[in-house]
Structure formats: structure tokens, C-alpha cells
């Protein structure tokens, strides 16, 4: 009924601030200046002003100086709405008025008078107008504010100095109140404690040492702020993912684990959050924190039951063995009242239960998936994707429901969702291509979405060839380039072309379609229709092979670069294709966690390698002309992160070249680098070229030793170790102002051994048709094939093809990267990759499981004998 009764309100004109004008509002803002001040008045119009700019409504800089001095006059009064009003409207406009520190003393005053409902709104907008060079003058006042026996003034003070330490330089003036901030974490308040402890690790989170310390301390302890509890959980988190001890022998794991017995609901669950999300835990350690959600389940309160299942259906993605238990509680929750605990219910089921109960729990949840909102329609699109791939022979059943969701209204990336997860049954299952196929091409007859439309188009002319009846498809393809836009009818030109490439029977059909094609009105989809014409006319099969069948991955961004640097200077050689480096078309298969990418925010991301295609952002030192980059590894960590300098190293390497960059990152307050080298000892076989030395780094900034290599001539076996040192001058100086004290001393810092591995100078490549080219290459490639054994590990076959696909830098084709069902016994993985030099590789591991052990049978394939015997090398 609430709902009802606003949206009467709105259309009576409920809402008084609807259709404001800037101008108008602005001209009544003058009455701040009436004496004496009519507070009701002023009130309604401060109201006005925090509207608009509340909803996007932008000030220029001499109005909104204008208005803020007009207020400034309502100080004389003494109504408390209007005052607080008045804070209010300091803190929206301190960002855009000039010279608003005018009110400094004013604030000062009310945040140390003796009126309560003034100090802790004063103390938030006196922090927001001041800056750092005036922190000083305030600093006496905060103190005392932390410490306040009113908690709201304490909370206060504590949030707003968490908002000053986003200044560095502020932080340091911040860190002065420690004592207080201590005192302060003692509070018997629930919310002073919680803001306490959040300040105190903002402050100390560049320190490993320090957090670790604070965390131990607390852990022993029993805080009374369920929210400082449930903060002090993530902090051990943050540290557990780190340790490399055992699970059960943490101290860490153990306090985590206790709070699944606290009083707090809150507290409970968030143990169990943390739980469940850690890497590496496994059933045993989880079966606590599941029995705590199937508890949640059967909760009165919606939102525990919301939270509970919603998280157990996170779990049921990796661990749906240890969900079973929970199977009883789920069923239950599919008659839930709200929708969306219904439809997490069953995609949990769908990830846990068996075959037979597959076409239930599908004509359960249609009867209500128009019912709930895109975000849990996804969920749903995930649930099926995994059932797709664990039983297979559902595919049928499973394909037909997404169509009728693919029908059905719905945004861009709900669409999408279910676009790919059909996509992917198509790459898993042969047997589901041709209804997959059907039902996009159905599919595509209505999209309004122009890329989605697109990667459809896209995937018809690489997979609809390869079907029992292609034919089918062509009337769908060419139907969207009589109907659609450019762009898409720029794509079903492809597509068409990829038909009569790989489909001698509609070979000549669609060279006639194309050159109707020719005459299109928009000159990408005439440019593409005459190339594709010209091309397939010539018979030349390697071109047509090497444009339409088995398209070369050429970065695109360096070809745009090159053939712009061709068209102004023409005297230059011709473009050869075979010399720019490879586009890698497949995502990395060892990311760590996006947790892990935050541990220390003193350490900056690497550079996107696309900006350094052509070499461009490195060094250009005289003599070397390394050509084209071919590829950038991931950084490799040289020194631990709690470290007092903070080095990882990544590798471009060149076709010839290897670019050894070093980021260094100082997190030492108290000391300044100057003159920064890296000595490295170089093995045998490379050559020392050059080094750019970095001039100085300063706390808590990240400067870059670039060392110039060549890889030893003649040979593909450049796998390497070389010793590093890095060299330096060490400048102490004030933590506060920055200033050198002392001339410096030299001095020497030992690193992590830089290793050279063949993953390093590896492009993973993901080709469609891996299965013709393994048997293409049989004939005229070097084959080389040895067997190996590696230990059997807790996560069974799925752990060993992470781990071949890491050690030899290849891309999965064909989804064989997945093992589908976990529990198999023995899994073939197809590999495709590019050397260094461009030269192409070719893998299959068949892989069968024993006792303690899996054995791998490993044969490469490869144009360059030496290639084929270095990878399989990689793994003996």
C-alpha cells in the first residue's frame, strides 16, 4: 500500500521539489540575508538547494560563492533544523564555492560549544573546508573529539578523520591521535568501536607487521560492536589468504571460526561469508559454516533466509557435495513468498541434485522466472550452464527453456548471459550445435541489441559450416543484411564469407549474395562484401585459408598503428603480417583473486601491455632496436609484500630481445632512493645490452629499472635463471616534510632469483578447429611425445590440467580446459600456442588417473623440431 500511496502522491504533485529552476531558487536564496532570519523559510529553501544538487543539478563556481556566503548570515540564528541545514549545505558546496574556510571559526565554535546537537555536525563539515595546512589548528579539537562521551560526537570525529586520511600528508597528522583512537576502540558504543577500528586500519594498512599485530591483539579479546567484529573477520581474512600454513593449525582460522558461535546473527553470518569465500578451504572446514546457513534457511527473518541461501548457492558452484545436506531446507524454500529466495533456491537444487530431478525443477521455476528481476534471471542462466555441463544429456530440455528466456523481455546483459551460456554448450557438447544454433538464428530475427546480434553472427560463421545441414542458417545470416544496420550487416557479410570458405556446396550461392553485398550504401559493409568477393574469386586456398578458414590472431591495435605509419611514410618496406605480434584471444587461466590484487595498495597494477605494443613507453636507449613486442608476462613478485622495498619484475620479450622492467616500490616514510640499479648475474648463451636506471623514489611511490638482454643466438632454448641485486643510495629524510637529512650511503638489496621459464616467451591461442589442424599437422609437422607422472592432488584431474596449462603457457581449445564430470578418471586436453618468433605449437595431453598419481601422455606437435622437444621438456 505504501508503494500505492507515493505514486498517488507523485501524480497529485506530492513532491513539492519536482521542476525546479536554478534560477529561481538562487534568487530566493537571498532571503538568507533578511533580518531578522525567518528560520521555516530559510529551512525550505537550504532544502531546495540540496534537491537540485542532489540530483545532478551543476553550480558554477560565483553562484554557488554567492550562495554559500547568503548562508553564512544564517548562523545568527538559533533554530537547531536550520543550523544543521546550514552544515548541510557547507559541506555540498565547500567543493565548488571560493574561499569557504571563512566559516572556519564559526564551526570551531559550535563543534567545541557545550550544545550536542550543533558538535557533531559542525565537526563533519568543518573537516570537509579544511585542508591540510590548517589541520593543525584543529587537531587539539578533534582529539577531544574522539574521545567525547557522547558517542554520535565520537563517531563523528573518528569518521571524519577517515575521510582526511584519503590526503596522504594528512594521514600523518591523523597518526597523532593514536593514543586517542585506542581509547576510543575501548568504547562500550557499538558504532564508536566499529569507526575506531576502521581509522585504526586505514592507518596501519600499508603495515603488514602492524595489522597483524592489531588483529592478534583483538582476536583475543571480546569486543562488544558486532560491526567491529564483523570488520575484524575480514582484516583476518585479508591475512589468512596469505599464510601458507595449514587451515587447521591458524590461529587466525580458529578465531574466524569461533565467531560462528557468537550471540549476533550478523556476526554468525559474516563468519560464514568469510569462511566459504577463503581460497583453498576445503569440506571439512566448511561443513560448520554450511550448517549455520541450513539453519538460516528455516529463519523467520526473510533477509537471514535471503543471505543464507544466497550463499549456498555460491558454494554449490565449487562444492555442491557439501551442500547435499541442505537439499530438505531448499526444497522448502521454492514455495518462499519472495521470489527471489525461491529462485536462489532452486538454482542451488539445480547445482546439487540429481539427473532425474532436472525437469522438476525446471517447470517449477518457469511458473515465476517473468516474475523476478534480471539479476536473479542471470543466476538462473549460471545454474543452467553448470547442469548443461554435468549432465549433458539434458542439453535438449535445458536449451529449449533459454530459448524461451531469450524470448522473453530483458536488458542487454541479461541477454548476453544467456547468449553465452548457450555459446558454451555449443563449444562443450557437439551434440547441442545444431538446436543451439537454431535457436539464436530465432533468436536473432527479433534482437534489438546490435553487439549481441553481432557475436551471434560471428559464431554462426564459425560454427554453422561445421553442422549436418548448414544450409539452414544462410537465410538467417543474409536476412540481417537486408534488415539491419551497418554494423551488423558488416557482420553478416563475415559470416557469409566463412559459409562459402569452409562449404564447397555454397561456395558459388554466396559469392553471388556478396557481390550484391558490393553495392551497399555504407563503406564498411561494401569494403568487406568486395574484399571477401576478390578473395574467394582468386581459388587460392592458403589465402583463403589464412583470411576465412584460420584467420591469423594479429594484434589489432599494433596492424591500425602500422598501416597508419605505412600510408605517411610509403618509402618504408612493405608490412609483413608474420612480424607483428600475436593477439592472445583467451583469458588467463591463473588469476588470483581480486582480494589477493588488494593486499597492499602501496603496490600500482602493471601498465596494459597494449600501450607498449611497439615499444613506445620503454626507454629508448641507443643501439637497440629490439622490432615488434611479442608479448608481456605477468609481473613475478622478487620480494615479499610486507617488505621494506617492494620489487616484481615483468618480462617483454622481443622476437630476439627480452626487457627485463623492475618495479620498485619504496614503503619506508623515512627514507628517499636515489640512483636505482639492478646487477644481474646474466647465464650463459644471453647478452647484456643496456640498463635505464631510475633517478629516485620516493615513500610510497613506484619507479622502474629497465635491463636490456639478448636471448642467445640461434637457439629456442632460452630457459634461464638469473641472479638479481639491486644497488641503490639511501637518503634519510623527515617523514613529515619530506626533507633530506644526510648525503646517503650506498647500498646493496638482494632479490628473488628472475626466472625464465617457456610460458614466459609462450601466447596462449584459442583456435575453433583444434581437432583439422592436429590432423593437418600430423603430416607436416615434427611430433614429439614422451609420458610422465605427476603427484595426485585434492582437487584431482581439473588440478593437474591447471597446472599443465600453466607450465606450458598454451590456450585450451575446444573447452578442454574443463573437467566435466569432476569425478573422471581419465581427461584429453587440446592446446594451441605461439612461440617466440611466431613459430605455432600444437598439444594434446591425455591424462589417466592411478593410485597416487596421474599419468600425462604428452605429444606436441610443431614446425620447429626444437620447439616441440623444449616443451615437452617443460614438464619432465
Known amino acids: 500500500m505504501a508503494f500505492k500511496r507515493d505514486k498517488k502522491e507523485e501524480e497529485d504533485g506530492?513532491?513539492?521539489?519536482?521542476?525546479?529552476?536554478?534560477?529561481?531558487?538562487?534568487?530566493?536564496?537571498?532571503?538568507?540575508?533578511?533580518?531578522?532570519?525567518?528560520?521555516?523559510?530559510?529551512?525550505?529553501?537550504?532544502?531546495?538547494?540540496?534537491?537540485?544538487?542532489?540530483?545532478?543539478?551543476?553550480?558554477?563556481?560565483?553562484e554557488a560563492t554567492e550562495t554559500f556566503f547568503a548562508m553564512t548570515k544564517l548562523f545568527q540564528s538559533r533554530d537547531i533544523i536550520l543550523r544543521r541545514m546550514v552544515y548541510l549545505g557547507i559541506k555540498e558546496l565547500s567543493g565548488i564555492a571560493e574561499d569557504v574556510i571563512i566559516v572556519t571559526s564559526s564551526l570551531t565554535k559550535d563543534m567545541t560549544g557545550k550544545e550536542d546537537t550543533y558538535r557533531a555536525a559542525a565537526i563533519r563539515a568543518l573537516c570537509s573546508i579544511t585542508d591540510v595546512?590548517?589541520?593543525?589548528?584543529?587537531?587539539?579539537?578533534?582529539?577531544?573529539?574522539?574521545?567525547?562521551?557522547?558517542?554520535?560526537?565520537?563517531?563523528?570525529?573518528?569518521?571524519?578523520?577517515?575521510?582526511?586520511?584519503?590526503?596522504?600528508?594528512?594521514?600523518?597528522?591523523?597518526?597523532?591521535?593514536?593514543?586517542?583512537?585506542?581509547?576510543?576502540?575501548?568504547?562500550?558504543?557499538?558504532?564508536?568501536?566499529?569507526?575506531?577500528?576502521?581509522?585504526?586500519?586505514?592507518?596501519?594498512?600499508?603495515?603488514?607487521?602492524?595489522?597483524?599485530?592489531?588483529?592478534?591483539k583483538l582476536t583475543k579479546i571480546n569486543m562488544k560492536s558486532p560491526f567491529a567484529v564483523c570488520m575484524l573477520i575480514r582484516m583476518a581474512c585479508k591475512l589468512l589468504e596469505e599464510e601458507t600454513i595449514p587451515r587447521s593449525e591458524s590461529p587466525l582460522f580458529e578465531f574466524v571460526e569461533s565467531c560462528i558461535r557468537h550471540k549476533s546473527e550478523t556476526v554468525v553470518y559474516e563468519?560464514?561469508?568469510?569462511?566459504?569465500?577463503?581460497?583453498?578451504?576445503?569440506?571439512?572446514?566448511?561443513?560448520?559454516?554450511?550448517?549455520?546457513?541450513?539453519?538460516?534457511?528455516?529463519?523467520?527473518?526473510?533477509?537471514?533466509?535471503?543471505?543464507?541461501?544466497?550463499?549456498?548457492?555460491?558454494?554449490?558452484?565449487?562444492?555442491?557435495?557439501?551442500?547435499?545436506?541442505?537439499?530438505?531446507?531448499?526444497?522448502?524454500?521454492?514455495?518462499?513468498?519472495?521470489?527471489?529466495?525461491?529462485?536462489?533456491?532452486?538454482?542451488?537444487?539445480?547445482?546439487?541434485?540429481?539427473?532425474?530431478?532436472?525437469?522438476?525443477l525446471m517447470k517449477q521455476i518457469a511458473t515465476f522466472v517473468n516474475e523476478i528481476s534480471d539479476?536473479?534471471?542471470?543466476?538462473?542462466?549460471?545454474?543452467?550452464?553448470?547442469?548443461?555441463?554435468?549432465?549433458?544429456?539434458?542439453?535438449?530440455?535445458?536449451?529449449?527453456?533459454?530459448?524461451?528466456?531469450?524470448?522473453?523481455?530483458?536488458?542487454?546483459?541479461?541477454?548476453?548471459?544467456?547468449?553465452?551460456?548457450?555459446?558454451?554448450?555449443?563449444?562443450?557438447?557437439?551434440?547441442?550445435?545444431?538446436?543451439?544454433?537454431?535457436?539464436?538464428?530465432?533468436?536473432?530475427?527479433?534482437?534489438?541489441?546490435?553487439?549481441?546480434?553481432?557475436?551471434?553472427?560471428?559464431?554462426?560463421?564459425?560454427?554453422?559450416?561445421?553442422?549436418k545441414q548448414p544450409s539452414r542458417f544462410i537465410r538467417f545470416i543474409y536476412n540481417r543484411v537486408i534488415l539491419e544496420g551497418a554494423v551488423v550487416r558488416a557482420a553478416a557479410v563475415g559470416a557469409m564469407a566463412k559459409y562459402a570458405a569452409n562449404c564447397a556446396m555454397l561456395h558459388d550461392s554466396i559469392k553471388v549474395l556478396l557481390k550484391r553485398c558490393c553495392l551497399d550504401v555504407d563503406d564498411e559493409v561494401r569494403d568487406r562484401a568486395t574484399f571477401y568477393s576478390q578473395l574467394l574469386s582468386s581459388n587460392n586456398r592458403q589465402l583463403i585459408t589464412d583470411y576465412l578458414s584460420e584467420p591469423m590472431h594479429i594484434s589489432l591495435p599494433v596492424l591500425e598503428k602500422t598501416c597508419q605509419d605505412y600510408v605517411l611514410n610509403p618509402t618504408k618496406e612493405r608490412i609483413n603480417l608474420n612480424e607483428l605480434p600475436v593477439d592472445i584471444v583467451v583469458k588467463n587461466v591463473s588469476q588470483e583473486p581480486a582480494r589477493k590484487q588488494n593486499v597492499d595498495n602501496a603496490v600500482k597494477p602493471v601498465e596494459a601491455i597494449v600501450e607498449n605494443v611497439d615499444g613506445q613507453k620503454l626507454p629508448s636507449l641507443i643501439g637497440l632496436d629490439a622490432g615488434k613486442l611479442f608479448c608481456s608476462s605477468e609481473p613475478s613478485m622478487l620480494t615479499e609484500l610486507e617488505t621494506e622495498y617492494v620489487v616484481r619484475c615483468i618480462k617483454h620479450i622481443f622476437n630476439h630481445h627480452l626487457v627485463l622492467q623492475f618495479e620498485i616500490t619504496n614503503t619506508l616514510d623515512d627514507q628517499i632512493l636515489e640512483d636505482i640499479s639492478v646487477a644481474l648475474d646474466v647465464s650463459e648463451g644471453f647478452q647484456y645490452l643496456n640498463e635505464f636506471k631510475c633517478p629516485s623514489i620516493k615513500y610510497q611511490e613506484t619507479g622502474n629499472v629497465y635491463v636490456y638482454l639478448k636471448f642467445p643466438d640461434d637457439s629456442v632454448d632460452a630457459i634461464a635463471?638469473?641472479?638479481?641485486?639491486?644497488?641503490?643510495?639511501?637518503?634519510?629524510?623527515?617523514?613529515?616534510?619530506?626533507?633530506?637529512?644526510?648525503?646517503?650511503?650506498q647500498e646493496d638489496y638482494r632479490l628473488e632469483d628472475v626466472e625464465m621459464t617457456l610460458k614466459d616467451q609462450m601466447l596462449k591461442v584459442k583456435v575453433g578447429n583444434w581437432d583439422s589442424?592436429?590432423?593437418?599437422?600430423?603430416?607436416?609437422?615434427?611430433?614429439?611425445?614422451?609420458?610422465?607422472?605427476?603427484?595426485?592432488?585434492?582437487?584431482?584431474?581439473?588440478?593437474?590440467?591447471?597446472?599443465?596449462?600453466?607450465?606450458?603457457?598454451?590456450?585450451?581449445?575446444?573447452?578442454?580446459?574443463n573437467v566435466h564430470p569432476p569425478n573422471k578418471s581419465s581427461h584429453v586436453v587440446n592446446l594451441a600456442g605461439m612461440m617466440r618468433g611466431n613459430c605455432k605449437v600444437l598439444a594434446q595431453a591425455k591424462l589417466a588417473l592411478s593410485e597416487n598419481s596421474v599419468t600425462i601422455q604428452l605429444t606436441v606437435r610443431s614446425m620447429d623440431e626444437r620447439v616441440a622437444e623444449l616443451v615437452v621438456s617443460t614438464l619432465d
Request: hydrophobic share 40%.
Open 14 to 62: 506530492g513532491n513539492p521539489y519536482q521542476n525546479l529552476e536554478k534560477t529561481s531558487v538562487l534568487q530566493e536564496a537571498r532571503t538568507f540575508n533578511d533580518t531578522p532570519v525567518n528560520p521555516r523559510k530559510c529551512t525550505h529553501i537550504l532544502t531546495k538547494i540540496l534537491y537540485m544538487i542532489n540530483q545532478g543539478e551543476q553550480l558554477g563556481t560565483a
Open 133 to 216: 595546512s590548517m589541520l593543525q589548528t584543529i587537531e587539539r579539537y578533534m582529539k577531544q573529539a574522539i574521545v567525547d562521551k557522547n558517542p554520535g560526537i565520537s563517531s563523528a570525529a573518528l569518521v571524519s578523520c577517515l575521510h582526511l586520511c584519503k590526503n596522504t600528508s594528512a594521514t600523518d597528522i591523523v597518526k597523532r591521535s593514536l593514543n586517542e583512537i585506542q581509547e576510543a576502540l575501548n568504547s562500550d558504543n557499538v558504532m564508536v568501536q566499529y569507526h575506531a577500528l576502521g581509522l585504526l586500519f586505514h592507518i596501519r594498512k600499508t603495515d603488514r607487521l602492524a595489522v597483524t599485530k592489531l588483529v592478534a
Open 271 to 360: 563468519a560464514a561469508h568469510a569462511i566459504v569465500h577463503l581460497s583453498g578451504t576445503g569440506a571439512r572446514h566448511l561443513a560448520p559454516a554450511v550448517s549455520v546457513l541450513q539453519l538460516f534457511c528455516s529463519s523467520a527473518k526473510p533477509t537471514l533466509r535471503f543471505a543464507a541461501v544466497r550463499t549456498l548457492n555460491k558454494v554449490a558452484m565449487e562444492h555442491p557435495s557439501t551442500v547435499t545436506a541442505c537439499n530438505l531446507d531448499l526444497e522448502n524454500l521454492i514455495s518462499d513468498s519472495n521470489r527471489s529466495v525461491a529462485t536462489l533456491a532452486i538454482t542451488t537444487l539445480l547445482k546439487t541434485g540429481a539427473e532425474a530431478s532436472v525437469d522438476r
Open 375 to 467: 539479476e536473479f534471471k542471470i543466476v538462473v542462466v549460471q545454474a543452467i550452464r553448470a547442469l548443461c555441463s554435468k549432465f549433458p544429456r539434458k542439453h535438449t530440455v535445458l536449451m529449449n527453456f533459454l530459448s524461451g528466456m531469450l524470448r522473453e523481455e530483458g536488458g542487454l546483459e541479461y541477454k548476453a548471459s544467456i547468449a553465452d551460456t548457450i555459446i558454451a554448450i555449443i563449444e562443450e557438447n557437439p551434440e547441442a550445435k545444431e538446436i543451439g544454433l537454431a535457436h539464436l538464428c530465432e533468436f536473432i530475427e527479433d534482437c534489438e541489441h546490435t553487439s549481441l546480434t553481432v557475436r551471434i553472427l560471428h559464431l554462426l560463421g564459425k560454427e554453422g559450416p561445421r553442422t
Open 721 to 745: 635463471s638469473f641472479t638479481a641485486k639491486m644497488k641503490f643510495i639511501v637518503k634519510d629524510c623527515d617523514p613529515l616534510t619530506g626533507e633530506v637529512q644526510d648525503d646517503g650511503y
Open 773 to 817: 589442424l592436429w590432423e593437418e599437422a600430423k603430416s607436416v609437422c615434427f611430433e614429439v611425445q614422451e609420458t610422465f607422472a605427476l603427484p595426485l592432488t585434492s582437487g584431482g584431474l581439473s588440478d593437474t590440467v591447471s597446472q599443465i596449462i600453466s607450465f606450458l603457457g598454451m590456450g585450451a581449445s575446444n573447452n578442454s580446459e
